[in-house]
C-alpha cells in the first residue's frame, strides 16, 4: 500500500460529524499552495465565537503567514522535531491565554477556554479543506521575548496550518513514518467513567 493512501478516519462506535471524524494533525504541508486570506480569518472568526466562562474571551493569537519574519521567529521557538516539519505549514499562530482579567480577577478557566478556541479553529479549516496541527512543544520564553507579549498572556500552543502534503515530501524516516502510524484512542468505556 502506497504511504498516501492509508485512512486518518476515526473508527467510532456510532457515526460523528464528518469534519470531525477526518479530522487529523499532519506533519506535511505543502508549502507550495497559498491558503486564501479568507480561510484565515473564517478560522479565527470560528475561535472567536467560541464559548468561555462569563464571556470573558480570553484568547488571543499571534498569526504569522509563511515567507514573514514573524512565521521564522515562530519556528526558531518550536522544540525538537516540530521545528523540522512546521517550517512547511503556510501559518502558524501562537495560542496566548489571559491569565487576569482588567481587574486583576484570575480567569481560572482561560486555558480551557482557549483550547475550546483552538478546537473550534480547527474544526472550521479542516471544513474548509486546510489542515491543523497543534503543538505544546515551543519555547515560552522566546517567544515571550521575541513578540514581546504582555505579562498577562502565557503563549500556551502554536496552531500549524495549512494545505495537506504528502508523507513522501517529508525528510526524515521518524517524521514519515509517525505521518502513517494508525491513530487511536481510548474506547469511550475507559473515559466514560459514569454513564447512568
Ligand atoms: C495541546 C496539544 C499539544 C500538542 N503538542 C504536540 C507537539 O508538540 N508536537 C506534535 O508533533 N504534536 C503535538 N500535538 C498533536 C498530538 O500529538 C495529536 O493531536 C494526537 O497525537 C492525536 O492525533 P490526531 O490529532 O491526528 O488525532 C499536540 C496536540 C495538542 C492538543
Known sequence: MSLTTISRTAETSAPIHEVLAERWSPRSFDSSVEVPSEKITAALEAARWSASAANTQPWRFIVARRGTTEHDTIVENLMGFNQ???????????????????????????????????????????????????????????????????????????????VLGTPEALTSDVLREREVAPRSRRPLEEIVLVSA
Open 84 to 162: 523540522v516539519w512546521a517550517s512547511s505549514a503556510q501559518v502558524l499562530i501562537v495560542n496566548l491565554a489571559a491569565i487576569a482579567a482588567e481587574d486583576g480577577t484570575p480567569l481560572r478557566w482561560s486555558q480551557y477556554d482557549l483550547g475550546q478556541a483552538v478546537a473550534n479553529l480547527t474544526v472550521q479549516a479542516h471544513h474548509d479543506g486546510l489542515h491543523v496541527h497543534q503543538m505544546g512543544g515551543i519555547e515560552v520564553d522566546g517567544l515571550r521575548e521575541a513578540f514581546d507579549i504582555d505579562a498577562n498572556l502565557e503563549p500556551i500552543s502554536v496552531t500549524a496550518l495549512g
